[in-house]
T-cell receptor, first 113, second 115 residues
Framework: KNQVEQSPQSLIILEGKNCTLQ??????????LRWYKQDTGRGPVSLTI?????NTKSNGRYTATLDADTKQSSLHITASQLSDSASYIC????????????FGTGTQLKVEL | NAGVTQTPKFQVLKTGQSMTLQCAQD?????MYWYRQDPGMGLRLIYY???????DKGEVPNGYNVSRLNKREFSLRLESAAPSQTSVYFC??????????????FGSGTRLTVV
């Protein structure tokens, strides 16, 4: 069964600090991996999409990495801001169909003063 | 620049009542989706429409029906609501279903409580 596991489940950091969120998946054959940011009471918003041939992709202060051999991805947030407080969801797509996305349960990040 | 619009934002139903969740997108996307999000679980696909005129079941379709009214609109209907359908429902759209690298745009969600 295709699975996506994220860690940690929750995280609290001080404003200005960096943090890294982890994602492990068992989806095969693998097509791409996405990271989404979901603010409380809102729908998920796409941060990055990486295919199996990409190792890293950045979007402002967000940098995602992918190791397709070990089936691991990470999302690094640099110089965190209060507005980064949200749930970060890792989503993996198998080859051949966007409707078969597997969603992780998310990492709940809180950035404090 | 609305993106994906869902209505209503909140709804409380009694067990056995019916209702329709509305979704519309203004990005000329071909594919549309309905997901539910429950605490401690990832989003799960209820139904999807790869293109206008087609609909298919997702992972958790029981108790739901859908209609792809036109290219813009995709509605989700609960015929006889049950407490197990208490959830947050998200509509999403994407440019193309068969090419998995296209990103999804999600609506803001409908928070449904069935009592």
């Amino acid at each position: 069964k295709n699975q996506v596991e994220q860690s940690p489940q929750s995280l609290i950091i001080l404003e200005g600090k960096n943090c890294t969120l982890q994602c492990n998946y068992t989806v095969s054959p693998f097509s791409n991996l996405r990271w989404y940011k979901q603010d409380t009471g809102r729908g998920p918003v796409s941060l990055t999409i990486m295919t199996f041939s990409e190792n890293t992709k950045s979007n402002g202060r967000y940098t995602a990495t992918l190791d397709a051999d070990t089936k691991q991805s990470s999302l690094h947030i640099t110089a965190s801001q209060l507005s980064d407080s949200a749930s970060y969801i890792c989503v993996v797509s198998p080859t051949g169909g966007g409707n078969k996305l597997t969603f992780g349960t998310g990492t709940q990040l809180k950035v404090e003063l | 620049n609305a993106g994906v619009t869902q209505t209503p934002k909140f709804q409380v139903l009694k067990t056995g009542q019916s209702m329709t969740l509305q979704c519309a997108q203004d990005m000329n996307h071909n594919s549309m989706y309905w997901y539910r999000q429950d605490p401690g679980m990832g989003l799960r696909l209820i139904y999807y429409s790869a293109s206008e005129g087609t609909t298919d079941k997702g992972e958790v379709p029981n108790g739901y029906n859908v209609s792809r009214l036109n290219k813009r609109e995709f509605s989700l209907r609960l015929e006889s609501a049950a407490p197990s359908q208490t959830s947050v429902y998200f509509c999403a759209s994407s440019q193309q279903n068969s090419y998995a690298n296209y990103g999804y745009t999600f609506g803001s969600g409908t928070r449904l409580t069935v009592v």
